[in-house]
């Protein structure tokens, strides 16, 4: 189907990933603004406090378009873009590893006065492992940030991967004065509420607005100037393999609040972002997205999205061929047939009620408790199951307990729901059953109890047991008198044995004692 590929071809799919405040929200909202899907900039107040709101929700409600909390749509230049949200905080979720899963690229804002903070490494590994090309944006240019080599440097020592920047900023803070667009060739002047001969070429870069002199004679641009010819001499080549292949990331400078450096940035992002690839399955097989049957799978659950109707979404991701409303797949886990006929797709402006979708789009299927994360739906007589999506090994362990013992009903409901959309890892303990919970990061912990508090009226109690290393045993190599307080055993969701070691002194003394007895971990 010639159209069907000219379609993929359009489409860009990929996620913003950065800390807190380094400006997601806002240059999401830029992006918007460039589409055309909303009509002016203005800082989304009021964002804060509540971790369990997307801040989506909120551009969605001040700006009355149709945004949903997790994907956004909106054509740009000729390509269909799919942002897809991951939650922006101090330690990266599994959901956001798993939303990872379901891009071709990812766009990283990073804070040009905070620079990269440690966390960002685990999730480079992923990003690394998958070879998943990755984009840098250092924004808040118009504040006094760190010098521009020190964030270059920063970058490759802490995630191990190579840079090459793609504009270099003139000045910052009081003194931004521009940038070099060393990709274009030219100078992007920066006059704030002045649009005129914003792009100039490199020789005749305007005039400096503080002085009235040409910005060619302030010692913000020969300092520019100097880095750029020594970043020509001494710094990375272009090279575009390498950027498809995650090994270097094209780095951007700019303003998402001032609006600067926006554009050109989307745009050469845009030119060298991929469009949807072929993805394996579990057999290693590859899918083409432009096959003619349809298949995809499940990254995300979301449930009561609208706490008036308790609806859960399963958000999947188009690996091949074209979705049709109501058309009939197999969810290959369980060999059952679904119809797709309660579907959402997320346009951001409402223009149109897409009724087609096609690879690297996303659909939101309602699901009345079918789907758990992971899961493969396709269309045919061939069965497709792609690759497992990743499981983390938690390093974080809590004891959970309802607190209304006669709420047993609800608890197990909220805990079993939460752990099938991959809230938070469950664990029971080997003799007595007790419940544990295993998480990433501490947030995972918070966003359990807020949530089986107000979606599932259960209050729950959490004990901490401190952070633990979980290593996966085979069963028959498993006695469990091996079990005691330094190693805890346990079952996953799976049934599968595992022990949490207190520390590396209580593994390597395991090791030691059982040396037969081969320990796993997981990403
Ligand atoms: P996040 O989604 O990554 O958490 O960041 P968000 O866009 O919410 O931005 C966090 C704060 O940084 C906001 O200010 C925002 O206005 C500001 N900001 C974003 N981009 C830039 C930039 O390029 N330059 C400057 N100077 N500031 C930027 P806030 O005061 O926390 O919120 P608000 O009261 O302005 O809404």
């Not at 593994?507 to 004692?513: A, G, I, L, N, V």
């Amino acid at each position: 189907m010639a159209n069907l590929k000219e379609q993929i071809d359009t489409r860009r799919t990929f996620a913003i990933i950065s800390h807190p405040d380094a400006g997601k929200t806002t240059i999401t909202e830029q992006m918007l603004l460039l589409g055309g899907v909303v009509r002016s900039a203005g800082t989304v107040k009021g964002r804060k406090g509540n971790f369990a709101k997307s801040d989506w929700m909120e551009i969605e409600q001040k700006r009355g378009i149709s945004v949903t909390s997790s994907v956004l749509q909106f054509d740009y230049d000729g390509k269909r873009i799919n942002i897809l949200d991951t939650p922006g905080h101090e330690d990266f979720s599994e959901d956001t590893y798993r939303t990872l899963m379901a891009v071709d690229s990812v766009i990283m804002v990073v804070d040009s006065a905070k620079g990269i903070e440690p966390q960002t490494r685990k999730l480079f590994e992923i990003v690394k492992e998958r070879h998943i090309p990755i984009f840098t944006f250092f924004n808040k240019l118009d504040r006094d940030g760190r010098p521009a080599m020190d964030l270059l440097d920063e970058l490759e020592d802490t995630l191990g991967v190579a840079t090459y920047p793609m504009n270099w900023p003139i000045g910052s803070g009081q003194v931004l004065s521009g940038l070099f667009d060393i990709y274009h060739q030219q100078v992007e002047v920066y006059r704030p509420g002045n649009e005129a001969e914003r792009f100039l070429p490199l020789n005749e870069a305007g005039t400096d607005l503080a002085t009235d002199n040409p910005i060619q004679q302030t010692p913000v641009w020969d300092e520019a100037r100097e880095e750029v010819e020594l970043l020509k001499d001494a710094g990375n080549k272009f090279d575009e393999n390498a950027v498809l292949d995650g090994e270097l990331t094209p780095v951007f400078f700019g303003s998402a609040l001032a609006g600067f450096g926006l554009e050109t940035f989307l745009q050469t992002y845009l030119k060298f972002a991929p469009a949807p690839a072929a993805k394996r399955t579990s057999n290693d097989q590859l899918v083409e997205p432009d096959q003619d049957e349809f298949s995809g799978f499940v990254f995300k659950i979301q449930a009561n999205m609208n706490p008036n109707h308790r609806d859960r979404i399963a958000f999947v991701r188009i690996v091949s061929g074209e979705f049709e409303r109501g058309m009939d797949v197999v969810l290959q886990r369980t060999g059952k047939k679904i119809r797709l006929s309660n579907v959402t797709q997320f346009m951001a402006d409402s223009r149109e009620n897409v009724e087609n979708a096609v690879p690297g789009d996303i659909i939101g299927v309602y699901d009345t408790g079918n789907f758990q994360i992971g899961d493969t739906i396709y269309k045919g007589k061939k069965a497709i199951e792609f690759k497992e999506l990743p499981t983390f090994t938690p390093e974080l362990f809590m004891h959970v307990r309802a607190k209304n013992v006669l709420k047993q009903k609800s608890f197990h409901k909220g805990v079993t729901q939460l752990v099938q959309e991959g809230t938070i890892q469950m664990y029971t303990a080997w003799d007595s059953g007790d419940y544990i919970l295993g998480a990433v990061g501490q947030l995972q912990f918070e966003v359990f109890q807020f949530r089986m508090a107000n979606e599932y009226n259960s209050e729950v109690i959490l004990e901490p047991m401190g952070s633990k290393i979980a290593r996966w045993v085979n069963e028959d190599e498993l006695d469990p008198k091996m079990a005691s307080s330094r190693n805890l055993l346990v079952r996953d969701r799976s049934e599968n044995p595992v022990f949490l070691f207190e520390n590396m002194f209580a593994e390597r003394w395991f090791t030691d004692k059982y040396p037969d007895v081969k320990l796993e971990q997981k990403l």
